[in-house]
C-alpha cells in the first residue's frame, strides 16, 4: 500500500486494541445521559398502536384473572398485532403476515427484552415467564420499527 496509511497485521492489531483497553480514562461527563438518550430517540419514527382489546376487562376473565390467558390486540396502521400471555410462554400472530421481529421491552432496564421472529403466516413463540410493565415492537426485515405498543403491565 502507498502513502502514509499501512494495514496493520493480526497481532499488531491486537497489541493496539490491547492497548487501547487498558486505558483508564473515566467516561467523558453526560456521555453515558446522552447515549441513554439517544438509544431512546431509535423509535421516535413508529407509529404507537392503538390497543383495541385487553381480555383483562372483560368481568368474566377478570375473575379468574390469575389462571386465565389474557388476550391483547394492538394495532398501527395496517398493522396487527395479537398477543397471548399465558402461564409460561407469550405467543401471537402480526397480520398481515410476513416476517417480521417480534421484541417485548421492559421498562426496567436492568431486564433485558426477549425477542423472536414470526413464521411465514406471521405467528411468533417466546418462551419463558413475560412479567412488569412492557411494551412490544414488531420490526420488519429491513430492522424499521412497524408497531410500536403502548406500556402495558403483564
Do not use: K, N
Not at 411465514?120 to 426485515?141: H, I, K, N, Q, Y
Request: glycine share 10%; proline share 6%.
Amino acid at each position: 500500500m502507498t502513502g502514509p496509511h499501512r494495514i496493520l497485521s493480526d497481532d499488531e492489531l491486537q497489541d493496539v486494541v490491547g492497548a487501547v483497553l487498558d486505558e483508564d480514562e473515566p467516561v467523558p461527563t453526560g456521555a453515558v445521559e446522552f447515549a441513554a438518550g439517544a438509544f431512546a430517540w431509535r423509535d421516535v419514527d413508529a407509529e404507537l398502536a392503538e390497543l383495541l382489546h385487553d381480555s383483562l376487562l372483560e368481568e368474566a376473565v377478570a375473575l379468574r384473572a390469575d389462571t386465565a390467558t389474557r388476550l391483547l390486540v394492538f394495532q398501527a396502521g395496517d398493522l396487527t398485532l395479537d398477543v397471548e400471555h399465558g402461564p409460561g410462554e407469550l405467543t401471537g400472530a402480526v397480520s398481515p403476515p410476513a416476517s417480521y421481529e417480534v421484541e417485548v421491552r421492559h421498562a426496567h432496564s436492568d431486564v433485558e427484552g426477549t425477542g423472536g421472529r414470526t413464521d411465514s403466516a406471521g405467528m411468533f413463540r417466546l418462551p419463558g415467564e413475560v412479567r412488569g410493565t412492557v411494551r412490544f415492537v414488531v420490526s420488519d426485515p429491513e430492522r424499521q420499527v412497524s408497531l410500536l405498543s403502548p406500556w402495558i403491565i403483564l
